[in-house]
Nanobody
Framework: QVQLVESGGGLVQTGDSLRLSCAAS????????MGWFRQAPGKEREFVAA????????YYADSMKGRFTISRDKVNNNVDLQMNSLKPEDTAVYYC????????????????????WGQGTQVTVSS
């Protein structure tokens, strides 16, 4: 199993940057594909980005491409989400999630495909 704890959220202004971090514990963390999701008030949880267990391949939701970057540090068991050019519509609780490394060619993008979740960190972007 793996335990996840997010950090780095906060209140920023439009156009600012923010870096979220997800600290993972568990001996086999390096064998998990990792994802970031977000959930705004009154909306469903939506996929943001994912990264392979090897760290070699990433995948992004269309609206995040070019602004967000997911990365992982297998030595320190962290998965980060660098967010640039933030907009008010990026306001949400951001969650990291883990799933045992997939043997498929595509990424999991649905929340119910990830069995392990952190508690979330709030990101608020003011206009």
């Amino acid at each position: 199993q793996v335990q996840l704890v997010e950090s780095g959220g906060g209140l920023v202004q439009t156009g600012d940057s923010l870096r979220l971090s997800c600290a993972a514990s568990g001996r086999t963390f390096s064998s998990y594909d990792m994802g970031w999701f977000r959930q705004a008030p009154g909306k469903e949880r939506e996929f943001v980005a994912a990264i392979r267990w090897s760290g070699g391949t990433t995948y992004y939701a269309d609206s995040m491409k070019g602004r967000f970057t997911i990365s992982r540090d297998k030595v320190n068991n962290n998965v980060d989400l660098q967010m640039n050019s933030l907009k008010p519509e990026d306001t949400a609780v951001y969650y990291c999630a883990a799933v045992w490394r997939a043997t498929i060619s595509y990424f999991y993008t649905q929340p119910n495909q990830y069995p392990y979740w952190g508690q979330g960190t709030q990101v608020t972007v003011s206009s």
